[in-house]
């Protein structure tokens, strides 16, 4: 029930560089889906940094890291400047019912990779959600996991534009993931 555009690209989006400022200065688009959820579209972009092809980054091949289940440690509210108060949610909403659609096609789990890219995003309307890891090391997560987040995000921050989410495990030597909506 969704459409794959087969999407290759050098270009970078405007959109993932302010996503991504602290994490990835310069985001490739490594590829782009379509996933129709009834009457609407929503996009859903990969994005890699150029530092990940250094070979000298590249961690040794083991088992993607598992991040499925793993709790939102931080939770935080902001409003950005100059976005307008944000709309009901149904937009991000939508997103939720995309990733539903994605679990069923693609199986329950998504790779954040270098070939997929450590960062992913959907954008529909008025949302856009991302993913990303702090460290380049191949994971795997859970779509109902994003789409519970998003849910709990807007429960949590129901006036304020943007939302973010931060699993961080017990050793702290880095993020597990990062999720965040912005609305407008």
Do not use: H
Not at 127 to 149: K, N, P, R
């Amino acid at each position: 029930m969704f459409k794959l555009l087969a999407t290759i690209s050098l270009f970078t989006s405007p959109l993932a560089a302010n996503a991504y400022p602290n994490s990835c200065a310069d985001p490739v688009l490594v590829g782009n889906t379509t996933i129709q959820v009834k009457d609407a579209q929503v996009l859903m972009s990969s994005f890699s940094c150029p530092s990940e092809n250094s070979p000298a980054d590249k961690p040794a091949a083991r088992a993607p890291r598992n991040v499925c289940g793993e709790p939102c440690t931080l939770v935080s509210c902001d409003n950005i400047t100059g976005s307008p108060s944000p709309g009901s949610g149904s937009d991000c909403a939508i997103i939720a019912d995309a990733m539903e659609i994605l679990s069923a096609e693609l199986g329950p789990t998504y790779l954040l990779n270098a070939t997929n890219g450590y960062f992913k995003q959907l954008v529909f309307g008025s949302c856009f959600t991302f993913i990303g890891v702090s460290a380049q090391e191949d994971t795997e997560a859970c779509w109902s996991d994003w789409s519970a987040i998003i849910k709990q995000l807007l429960n949590t921050c129901p006036t304020q534009s943007s939302g973010a989410c931060t699993s961080i495990p017990p050793d702290l030597t880095f993020a597990d993931f990062s999720m965040q909506i912005r609305r407008s």
